[in-house]
C-alpha cells in the first residue's frame, strides 16, 4: 500500500518513523524519554524490584540455568536493567546478563554487565520484558470517509492530515478481524477489497486456552484471551458519542495494529525458553476507542502528535491481537499484587517503635499506590507469555477465552 506522495504527505506509520527513531528523532535526544513523560519505572525503584522478583520466579522455573538473560525492550537509557540487576539476590547477579535493546545510543557510565543491542539477542533463557515498547511501535492510522470507506490518514510534517486510498490487503483483514469500524461485526461495506469470507469477531468459548509447548504463529480469532474486567483504557478522551445521540460511521478511527503484532511475535522467538512480558496500556476486541489514542506528549503535558521530531507520538494497543498460544492477560495492579507491591499503609504501632521505618514503609505504600493505581499506571495491561515454561506468575485471573 502506498505510503508516502509529493508535499511531504505521509501514511502516519512512516511519519513516526523518521518523527521518533529518525537521525533527529525524539528518541535521539539527549534527555531521554524521562525528560517528556512518567514511566512506572520513573515512578519509583519498587517496579524494578517487582520486574527482579519475577526475573527470580523465571529462574525457577528454568531449573537455575549458568546464564540468566534479563532483555529490556525499548530501554530508554537503561533504567530498568539497572535497577533490575541492582535488585536481584547476590546468587541470582551472579548468573544474570543484562540486555538493553533501544536504537538511541549507549548513556555513558552505564553498567559494563549491560549489553546495549538494536535487536533483541537471538536464544537467549530468561525474561525479556518490554515496558511501553510496544505502544511506540509505529503504525497506521484508518479513518472512515463521508461514503463509509476506511481510507489510510495521512499526516504532513505539521500534522495536518487528510485522507488517502482506501485501506486494502492484510490490514483490511485485520481491521475486519480486530478492530472493525462499524457496529456491525460481518459488515464489509468499510472495506472494498475485503475477503469474501471476513474473519468474525469471536465468541468467547467456555473453557480456557490450554497452554501450548511454545508460541508457534498468531493466535486464533477463536482462542483469543480476553481480559479481566481492570483491563480498561483511561477513559479521558476516549468516549464515543453521548447515550442518546445518534451513531454515525464517518470519522471513526481504527490504529492498524498489525506491525505491533508482528513486532512482538519477532521478539518472543527470540526467546529460547523462558518467559517474555509486555506492559502497556491496552483495549481490546468488543471495546476500542471508536476515534481511536494517537497523541503526542511533550515537557509532561499530552499534546498533539505532530511528527517533526519535537514531540513523543503514541497509541494504546490491541494486546489481545498481539498474544500469542499460551497467552494471559491481567492488570498491572494484579501482576504488581502478586509479586509483593501493596499500597497498604504500615502499622501505626510502628511509628511509635520505630519512627524511620514507619516513614519509609509510608513513602514505600505511597509509592505502591502510584504503580497500582485505578485508573493511573495499576491499568496498564501485562501480556504474559511463557516460553518452553509454565507461566511462573502466580495470582491474577486467567481470562476466560
Not at 41 to 49: I, T
Not at 124 to 135: I, K, M, P, R, Y
Not at 267 to 293: M, N
Not at 340 to 351: C, D, K
Amino acid at each position: 500500500m502506498k505510503r508516502e506522495s509529493a508535499g511531504g504527505v505521509r501514511g502516519w506509520r512512516p511519519a513516526t518513523e523518521e518523527a521518533l527513531y529518525g537521525p533527529s528523532g525524539f528518541y535521539r535526544r539527549p534527555e531521554g524519554p524521562a525528560g517528556h513523560f512518567r514511566t512506572s519505572v520513573h515512578a519509583s525503584p519498587l517496579f524494578a524490584g517487582a520486574v527482579a522478583r519475577l526475573l527470580c520466579l523465571v529462574d525457577e522455573a528454568l531449573a537455575h540455568p549458568a546464564e540468566l538473560a534479563f532483555v529490556d525492550m525499548g530501554a530508554g537509557r537503561g533504567e530498568l536493567v539497572t535497577g533490575v540487576l541492582k535488585a536481584l539476590p547476590a546468587e541470582v547477579a551472579s548468573r544474570a546478563r543484562g540486555y538493553a535493546v533501544e536504537r538511541a545510543a549507549r548513556p555513558a557510565g552505564l553498567d559494563h554487565r549491560i549489553e546495549w543491542l538494536p535487536a533483541p539477542p537471538p536464544d537467549v533463557t530468561g525474561l525479556l520484558f518490554a515496558n511501553e515498547w510496544l505502544d511506540n511501535v509505529p503504525l497506521d492510522v484508518a479513518e472512515v470517509d463521508a461514503e463509509g470507506t476506511a481510507r489510510l490518514v495521512l499526516v504532513r510534517e505539521d500534522g495536518t492530515e487528510s485522507l488517502g486510498e482506501p485501506v486494502a490487503g492484510v490490514e483490511t483483514e485485520w481491521l475486519a478481524r480486530w478492530w472493525p469500524l462499524t457496529d456491525s461485526p460481518d459488515s464489509q461495506l468499510l472495506f472494498p477489497d475485503a475477503p469474501d469470507d471476513p474473519l468474525p469477531l469471536p465468541d468467547a468459548p467456555d473453557d480456557p486456552l490450554p497452554p501450548p509447548e511454545a508460541p508457534d504463529g498468531p493466535l486464533p480469532a477463536e482462542d483469543v484471551p480476553r481480559p479481566t474486567e481492570d483491563l480498561r483504557p483511561p477513559a479521558e478522551g476516549l468516549q464515543g458519542p453521548a447515550e442518546g445521540l445518534p451513531v454515525t460511521t464517518q470519522g471513526l478511527r481504527a490504529e492498524i495494529g498489525l506491525p505491533r503484532d508482528t513486532a512482538w511475535a519477532a521478539a518472543v522467538a527470540s526467546l529460547g525458553r523462558g518467559l517474555a512480558v509486555a506492559v502497556d496500556y491496552a483495549h481490546f476486541a468488543g471495546a476500542r476507542p471508536p476515534f481511536g489514542t494517537l497523541t503526542g506528549f511533550r515537557d509532561g503535558r499530552e499534546t498533539a502528535p505532530v511528527p517533526d521530531g519535537s514531540c513523543d507520538i503514541t497509541a494504546h494497543v490491541a494486546l489481545d491481537a498481539c498474544a500469542l498460544p499460551g497467552a494471559r492477560l491481567l492488570s498491572q495492579r494484579e501482576a504488581l499484587g502478586a509479586l509483593g507491591v501493596s499500597g497498604e499503609r504500615p502499622s501505626l504501632a510502628l511509628a511509635s517503635t520505630d519512627p524511620t521505618a514507619y516513614v519509609r514503609a509510608l513513602a514505600g505504600a505511597g509509592e505502591a499506590a502510584e504503580l497500582t493505581a485505578r485508573g493511573g499506571l495499576g491499568d496498564f495491561g501485562w501480556l504474559l507469555q511463557p516460553v518452553g515454561i509454565p507461566d511462573p506468575l502466580p495470582g491474577g485471573e486467567q481470562p476466560s477465552t
